[in-house]
């Protein structure tokens, strides 16, 4: 039911078969894009009691190891840029690199301290 629900609501998108897999490992790239698609889900829905208000870094960063021309180019920035992901020492966004379960959690608890009463 669950599935069925974020993917009709386009948060996570099915493989072309149709299937999900529930268990999948997922990279940085994939997590942006999904993240992406939660944050707009969030700000487009309800009945507008809340707004989500990103603290943006004081300085544009650029991922160093994203092109712009990559297609999540825009989404990874943001996400970056308000804070959701972070880049390593050398602003390297590394967009296979597997996502662990505490950066995913750091990332959950961003979005929730972002969410504000109108």
Do not use: W
């Amino acid at each position: 039911e669950h599935i069925i629900r974020v993917c009709t609501l386009k948060i996570m998108q099915l493989r072309p078969d149709h299937s999900f897999s529930r268990f999948t490992k997922i990279n940085r790239a994939s997590f942006a894009v999904i993240f992406h698609a939660l944050i707009r889900y969030l700000e487009q829905s309800g009945t507008g009691a809340y707004d989500i208000r990103f603290t943006p870094l004081d300085e544009v960063v650029e991922p160093a190891d994203i092109s712009p021309l990559h297609k999540h180019y825009k989404i990874i920035k943001f996400l970056v840029n308000t804070q959701i992901v972070h880049l390593d020492a050398d602003n390297n966004f590394k967009p296979t690199e597997l996502m662990t379960p505490p950066i995913v959690l750091k990332a959950i608890k961003k979005i929730l301290n972002s969410i504000k009463e109108r």
